[in-house]
């Protein structure tokens, strides 16, 4: 299996801070990488699909990069609704594999 | 905007057998996705368990393959989960969802369902 690992696991930040989480697999996954948030008690929901396409709906200021083995999920200015867990998930091989996720709180 | 369902009962004897459906309203489920299973537990983070597509095939995931069987009703617009020989280790929110056609992302998610297996 791919293993994803993310960094940091949690992280503490501010309305209007600009914030970077990474997520790097063990072998070359392409692109083929998506980035979710999770509210606490709901599922989650798909923010970035292939590394880089933001999914309808979702704010601009949520951004995602990277292609091989590291990529990563970029927030430009925190809003008060961003503080969530996030993961991301390989889709280059089965079985699907997601990251141990990244609890965003506020500072 | 599709919209999925889970329903089953949420405890579970050690050594019974898990058994989800999962509703599929406000799109058909004969499209070109596959419908997929994922859980979720604090040990274990999410796991995606297993997908099926409209026609019957399935994908497991090796680590459950030799417990777990997806199956697709048309008719219905719903398809299934059922986990046999279940532990403690199998508690956990399972949610259905659907991957999107070309790239296995997953676009649409129920609500999730806890399952806990205890004596």
């Known amino acids: 299996d791919i293993q994803m690992t993310q960094s940091p696991s949690s992280l503490s930040a501010s309305v209007g801070d600009r914030v970077t989480i990474t997520c790097r697999a063990s072998?070359?996954?392409?692109?083929?990488l998506n980035w979710y948030q999770q509210k606490p008690g709901k599922a989650p929901t798909l923010l970035i699909y292939d590394a880089s396409n933001l999914q309808s709906g979702v704010p601009s200021r949520f951004s995602g990069s990277g292609s091989g083995t590291e990529f990563t999920l970029t927030i430009s200015s925190l809003q008060p609704e961003d503080f969530a867990t996030y993961f991301c998930?390989?889709?280059?091989?089965?079985?699907?594999?997601f990251g141990q996720g990244t609890k965003l709180e506020i500072k | 905007q599709v919209q999925l369902q889970e329903s089953g009962p949420g405890l579970l004897k050690p050594s019974g057998t898990l058994s989800l459906t999962c509703g599929v309203s406000?799109?058909?489920?004969?499209?070109?996705?596959?419908w997929t299973w994922v859980r979720q537990s604090p040990g274990k983070g999410l796991e995606w368990i297993g997908e099926?597509?409209?026609?019957?095939?399935?994908n497991y995931n090796p680590s459950l393959k030799s417990r777990v069987t997806i199956s697709v009703d048309k008719s219905k617009n719903q398809f299934f989960l059922k986990l046999n020989s279940v532990t403690a280790a199998d508690t956990a929110v399972y949610y259905c969802?659907?991957?999107?056609?070309?790239?296995?992302?997953?676009?649409?998610w129920g609500l999730g369902t806890l399952v806990t297996v205890s004596s």
């Open positions: 072998q070359g996954i392409s692109n083929f």
């Open positions: 099926t597509y409209h026609t019957g095939s399935t």
């Open positions: 998930q390989q889709s280059h091989m089965l079985p699907y594999t």
């Open positions: 406000g799109g058909s489920i004969n499209t070109r996705n596959w």
């Open positions: 969802a659907r991957g999107h056609t070309g790239g296995k992302y997953f676009d649409s």
